[in-house]
């Protein structure tokens, strides 16, 4: 498809991001994405940005050939993942500095935003996993306290752009309201559970290595910031947070996933 007067930079899973003009970039969700998915995300980024995190203001909302799109500010620089990429020994410095980012959004409140356990438990009850673990990770959800935090809830270093001003956050759409525990082990999961991409054994190996590596420096480092207790409290709202990424049905992660799950389980529900 060709949008008038821009041009392709990327595509996900339910959008295309054009450059629009000099300082704009347009978000143009697919025709079978529903409505309401640009109307909620409009409404969170004006929430974010309220709040005075470094993120892309939302300039307006538009429609283009029966398809619902946003218009953003545009910020240039390279995403934290492909920096990393790049440069790999400096992979503990992105780490600590991805750690502070996230606890400072955890410091804004998430009012007005759909709570994590509701989310939590609407989709344990429509993953695709067996009935012990399900009722293992809903127990294990109950027992964990509600949260008044900003929650990312998609925080991972692809959705950081390492601008000339500094970081800045981006794509907000899966924004919650909860305990940010939930949200540090909701970025533990996608770490630990995400497969690298098709490549050679050798290449995902080094992969593997700088990506654990990534992982154990930000969460050390967000525990210094948040307090002692955070590490337990991470390890068991993974568990939920695990079981409701099988929910997302990415094959690629399901053996893993419920490897983890299985060994909560037989641990006593301790991750």
């Known amino acids: 498809m060709v949008v008038e007067n821009a041009q392709l930079i990327a595509r996900g899973r339910t959008a ?3 450059s629009r003009n000099e300082g704009e970039v347009l978000k143009l969700f697919y025709d079978w ?7 909620r995300e409009a409404e969170i980024s004006r929430l974010v940005s309220s ?5 892309p203001r939302c300039l307006e909302t538009v429609e283009i050939n029966g398809r619902r799109g946003l218009v953003y500010e545009r910020v240039r620089g390279p995403s934290m993942l492909s920096a990393m990429s790049r440069s790999p020994w400096l992979v503990m410095a992105q780490a600590k500095t991805f750690a502070e980012l996230h606890f400072r959004v955890h410091a804004a409140k998430g009012s007005g935003l759909r709570g994590v356990r509701t989310h939590l438990e609407a989709a344990i009850g429509k993953a695709d996993i ?18 008044t935090s900003l929650c990312h809830f998609d925080f991972h270093p692809d959705q950081v752009i390492l601008s000339g001003s500094g970081p ?22 996608l770490l630990q559970f995400a497969t690298p991409p098709k490549a050679t054994w050798a290449y995902k190996q080094a992969i593997n290595l700088v990506r654990s ?16 207790d955070t590490s337990n409290l991470v390890r068991k709202w993974m568990i939920p947070v695990a079981a409701a990424r099988l929910r ?3 094959a690629d992660e399901r053996a ?13 529900g301790d991750a």
């Not at 994405?33 to 109307?39: F, T, V």
């Not at 949200?183 to 999961?189: G, K, L, S």
């Not at 990534?214 to 307090?227: D, E, I, S």
């Not at 893993?256 to 037989?266: D, I, K, M, P, V």
């Open 16 to 18: 295309e991001v054009y």
């Open 130 to 147: 067996p009935t012990e673990l399900r009722r293992k990770a809903l127990a294990v959800l109950a027992d964990l306290q509600d949260g």
């Open 256 to 268: 893993a996933l419920l490897r983890f799950l299985w060994r909560a389980h037989a641990a006593g």
């Open 168 to 189: 800045v956050i981006i794509d907000w759409m899966s924004a919650l309201e909860g305990d940010p525990t939930a949200d540090v082990a909701r970025t533990i999961v």
């Open 33 to 39: 994405c529903a409505p309401e998915w640009s109307s």
């Open 51 to 55: 709040r005075g995190l470094p993120t």
């Open 248 to 250: 997302d049905e990415i």
């Open 213 to 228: 590596t990534f992982m154990r420096k930000y969460l050390r480092t967000y525990v210094r910031l948040a307090g002692p």
